[in-house]
């Protein structure tokens, strides 16, 4: 039996790459995404994105700690209900309006000034997700959830904290086992605000989960040490939201019972 846990952490990621922004509650739309979450990402280099017809592309083609571990070193705040973003690093601040070119292409020029010139492999471009789209890893199931417990064996291998940001997760949980999480693919979280969630699939870590999101430097080997622990890189689940609900900090939820199979669907 997989007991009853709580939210301990919920995280949007208004830019990919950037910033992540606490947040106390997620109002969640019945097979929607998280609230504020990849509303943008910048452009690495052409990519083939077409606004007009927005399809999932791979996190390798936009700015990312995997690919750009001195992204870390720059502050970033979103202030969603006039679209600006605020970037800071070394002393220097720009405040962008994310509604006009002018404005993505102010903070596009801040990032190319500061970040290293190897990690980037053409003009920056701030795109925005057209309506219905969001810049997510996932293709399906674009709610992603940390264990706690998962990320405290995690510094048990490695012999020294880690960061649960370096996850990048919007849901940060506590109460099941470590790892017992990568199980429930297929069952549903009922909260207990009604929303409810269903496990598509576990999250693969990539490289980008190596790097510190307060120093920028890459000083862990967390995919790495999955593997060699668990024979695969796997650390979280993503879930699709079932049922409509506000989720809130310190809320508690519980996995739905297995569905039994129907005896009369079973060969004979």
């Keep these: 039996m997989v007991p009853t846990c ?28 998280f609230p504020g979450d990849r509303l943008y990402a910048v452009e ?84 925005a997700a057209p309506d219905g789209f969001r810049f997510t890893d996932s293709r399906r199931g674009f709610v992603s959830v940390v264990n706690l417990a998962s990320v405290a064996a995690l510094e048990d291998w490695v012999s020294g904290p880690v960061d649960p940001l370096r996850l990048r997760a919007n849901l940060y949980v506590e109460g099941w086992p470590a790892f017992a999480e990568l199980d429930l693919v297929g069952r549903t979280l009922a909260f207990a605000s009604g929303a409810r969630l269903k496990v598509i699939k576990r999250i693969q870590r990539c490289t980008g989960a190596d790097v510190d999101p307060r120093t920028g430097r890459r000083d862990l080997h967390i995919p790495r040490t999955l593997m060699v622990q668990l024979d695969h890189a796997d650390c979280g689940i993503y879930c699709e939201v079932l049922t409509s609900g506000r989720i809130d900090e310190g809320e508690r939820f519980m996995v739905e019972p297995a569905e039994s199979p129907d005896p009369a669907a079973e060969p004979r």
């Design 44 to 127: 690495n280099g052409s990519s083939g994105f077409d606004e007009a017809a927005p399809a999932h592309l791979p996190k390798a083609q936009f700015l990312s700690l995997m690919q750009c571990p001195a992204l870390a070193l720059i502050a970033s705040r979103y202030n969603e209900p006039d679209r600006t973003l605020t970037l800071r690093r070394n002393g220097e601040a720009v405040h962008g309006d994310l509604a006009t070119p002018a404005g993505r292409e102010l903070i596009a020029d801040f990032l190319a000034r500061h970040l290293p010139a190897g990690d980037l492999r053409g003009p920056l471009r701030l795109l």
């Design 6 to 33: 709580r939210v301990a952490a919920m995280y949007r990621y208004p830019v990919k790459g950037l910033s992540p922004q606490a947040t106390r509650h997620a109002d969640l739309a019945s097979g929607g995404f």
